[in-house]
């Protein structure tokens, strides 16, 4: 059992009121790292913060490593446009940080970043692999991706309040600025990523492509990004079954309607409920609808619940959190 | 139990006669790579060769890699310097592959690879690690270490005649055009790295020294490297004991005394025997005196002895071999 996390960047995230995986704009740029450090090591290394949400809310990979603790899956992390250095080993694929949607073209090196990462889930010799995501502001590229394709799904949000309608007229600045009609990039992935996209969308694409052309049984491990995902896969012509793997957060989001969207990609979803309950700080914010998925969270409840296991993983992750929050205090000095 | 590899690169294995690390010179660049997937993957995925000696006696990775199917220890690959993609994860340090050790400067950036490899090894939280090495040549830029900080140690080669005698006349060259005398470098680590040495000598003398100020319990795991890194670390001022594991291969090598050295560097010494017979082509070679050492091999066949497990590795890499001739052969089209 293999998770890969794909970790990037995209400068979308800096639009006021995007993004929610960072306490603060200026500290998004190290959510991504930090999230594979986590991972990798049960704390941040060299990021110089924990990340949490402005309420406080810790980072799903915060849960994704206790189920990992407790279950004790492999992990491969790919440098997905990474803008800050991480003590995470990462595969790179020549993936470069992602520039603001708004722009004509966020990701110059989107079909080179495509054709790379192909070739890695190609050459990768694992039966079976999930794949995930960590990237601050990553659903708005998502949605970016999915009107330039001409989709249409809608994507979630790691805040309580969707801001979707500042997410639709950033992607409506951005086609106008990509000279794209809606649907206009249909069936042409790497163009839909290149002018409305991000590296990550580019590296999980092409690894999934990869992946699948060799016969690995691969999951998407998320949310909404993940829909992005099965359509970038479905429009560059790959018809064979997909699974997708979230929470029950994500399929509750009433901005996102996942059956119509397993329908239309032909994606075989599953949406697991971690059974957290508001007595724990590490676990009550999604019970008001913070963060909900990420860096592989539904994928990891989902085999938790397989092994009967998610009560330990819920208890492990209390011991994760007092973990993150001790870390957070030595980087705050305080 | 986790094993740290240093793999990276030096112009200094492309002189004639100087390296054993790939069956000839044009291969010898994807050494590290092919070396750092046999550890994390079992076999080459993005390096389009198994390294063999040019008599073809496989990678000394095929038996760390046995031991590690065998005892399942963890592994991170550092980026020290190479200069081919790999499909294993790295951490970067910021290193660059290395010139040839007859240039004035064959590591310019020698001083910021030995702190950024510090601070990671200060950073990492775990409380027990060994460090090894893959770079082809690597043993001639550690003699030129040695010459610069005036240390009598000499060193092991993969080659079962030892070029010693050529080693020592480009070493030679090496200090002249660096315009140091014997011994100018002493007490300046970073300035015999930046004239005689190679990335790996700067990448993993930093970790150490990193890695043993916060009180991580320390192995270094390899032969004659090895020896120049606790020489590099010993001339940094670092003075707490510092253990090294190896083959009795290297032990036993006449050009090499471990007994002298140990004492120098205060460095606890062990050689394990791996006990191979001469009735299996993966392990033949090592009778003959070939390849010695490298990739943690010592160290990994320190840990199956100290586990009573040297027979079952032993069997496990006829397995990991016979994988490699396979992936050998699909690289060749045989």
Redesign the interface.
């Known amino acids: 059992m293999r998770l890969i996390l794909a970790a990037g960047t995209t400068r979308t995230a800096a639009i006021d009121g995007i993004s929610a995986a960072g306490a603060e704009p200026s500290l998004l740029a190290h959510t991504p790292g930090a999230d594979a450090e986590i991972l990798a090591?049960?704390?941040p290394?060299?990021a110089p913060v924990v990340p949490v949400s402005p309420s406080g809310c810790p980072t799903p990979a915060a849960a994704t490593r206790a189920a990992r603790e407790q279950l004790g899956f492999d992990l491969?992390?790919i440098d997905a446009g990474l803008s800050k250095?991480?003590?995470?080993?990462?595969?790179?694929v020549?993936a470069a940080p992602g520039g603001d949607v708004r722009e004509p073209e966020p990701v110059p090196a989107a079909a080179a970043a495509l054709e790379s990462a192909r070739?890695?889930g190609r050459?990768?010799?694992h039966p079976e692999v999930a794949i995930a995501e960590t990237i601050p502001g990553g659903t708005t590229t998502a949605l970016g991706v999915l009107r330039a394709l001409g989709e249409d799904a809608s994507v979630s949000s790691s805040l309580p309040e969707n801001p979707l309608g500042l997410k639709e007229r950033v992607v409506e600045r951005g086609l106008a600025a990509s000279g794209l009609e809606v649907g206009e990039a249909a069936g042409e992935p790497a163009r839909a990523i290149r002018r409305m996209g991000d590296p990550v969308l580019a590296v999980v694409a092409g690894f999934v492509s990869g992946a699948v052309e060799t016969g690995t049984a691969l999951t998407l491990a998320g949310g909404t990004q993940m829909v992005a995902v099965a359509a970038l896969v479905r429009h560059g012509g790959e018809e064979s079954p997909l699974a997708l793997e979230t929470t029950s957060y994500v399929a509750a989001d009433p901005a996102v309607d996942l059956a119509s969207a397993a329908a239309a990609l032909d994606l075989d979803v599953t949406a697991t409920d971690p059974g957290f309950s508001a007595d724990h700080p590490a676990a009550a914010p999604y019970l008001d609808g913070e963060a909900k998925e990420g860096v592989g969270m539904g994928w990891a409840m989902t085999r938790a619940a397989e092994a009967d296991a998610l009560p330990a993983v819920r208890d492990r992750l209390a011991t994760v959190y007092d973990r993150l929050v001790g870390a957070a205090e030595v980087a705050d000095g305080s």
């Open positions: 090591y049960g704390r290394v060299r491969t992390v250095p991480t003590a995470a080993p990462t595969v790179s020549g070739r890695f050459a990768l010799p």
